[in-house]
Each structure stands twice: as C-alpha cells, then as structure tokens.
C-alpha cells in the first residue's frame, strides 16, 4: 500500500520501490482491495525481495523507510550509506476478526500510510 501511496502522491518526484526481506510473493487481496477504495490500482505491483535492489543486482536506494517493526529488525545492511527510517504500521495481514474487521484494519493501516507520506515526504 506505502509504494502505491507514494506512487500516487509523488508522482515522478521519487521512484517507489517496496522489497522486504521475507516477502510473500503477492500483494495482499485485502490490500487491494482498499487501495481499489480510494481509486488507486496496486494490481500490477508485486512483492519484492530487498536483494533485489542491493549490488551486483540492482543500486542501492537514497532512503529506506521501514514500516513494520519486522522490517526494521530484518532489514539489511547496505553498501552505500543509506538513510534509513521507521514508520511501525500495523500489519493488516495478522488482523483477526469478522471479514468486516479485518477490511476495516486494511482501511486504517491504508489511511495511516497516505497521512504519514503527506506529512513526512509530499508537505
């Protein structure tokens, strides 16, 4: 949801990259289906491993920004000097509850995200 938010809000002004260091392999149908809510389409995004993006693959990132206290202890160190922050979300995908309950906290975890981009990165 982050890089689709930041996709979205940004524009052209940073490329969005979403990896992590155990990824599942899809985007969560829930996930989605919020995004889908607020007209953003994330269907063709896909989940990604970090390593992806570290030497002799890819180029290291200018900023890293963790959103999951998984990630934060998960996340590798890099070559170059990275900027690194940690924005703990929620993981929607370990809600519990009635199918309701658990969209509702997709939706929470969605809005948390698009506010914080605001704040933190778009102004």
């Excluded at 509702?104 to 809005?111: G, H, I, L, S």
Aim: hydrophobic share 40%.
């Amino acid at each position: 949801m982050a890089e689709g938010w930041l996709r979205e809000l940004a524009g052209d002004r940073f490329e969005s990259l979403s990896a992590g260091a155990r990824p599942a392999g899809y985007v969560h149908p829930k996930a989605i289906k919020a995004m889908q809510e607020v007209e953003i389409d994330i269907n063709d995004l896909r989940s990604k491993h970090i390593n992806e993006f570290l030497p002799p693959v890819g180029t290291p990132p200018d900023l890293i920004i963790s959103v999951c206290s998984a990630a934060e202890q998960d996340c590798p160190i890099f070559p170059a000097a990275v900027e690194r922050w940690h924005w703990p979300f929620d993981d929607p995908a370990h809600a519990t509850g009635t199918e309701a309950e658990i969209m509702q906290e997709f939706r929470r975890v969605r809005d948390e995200i698009r506010e914080r981009l605001q704040r933190e990165l778009i102004g």
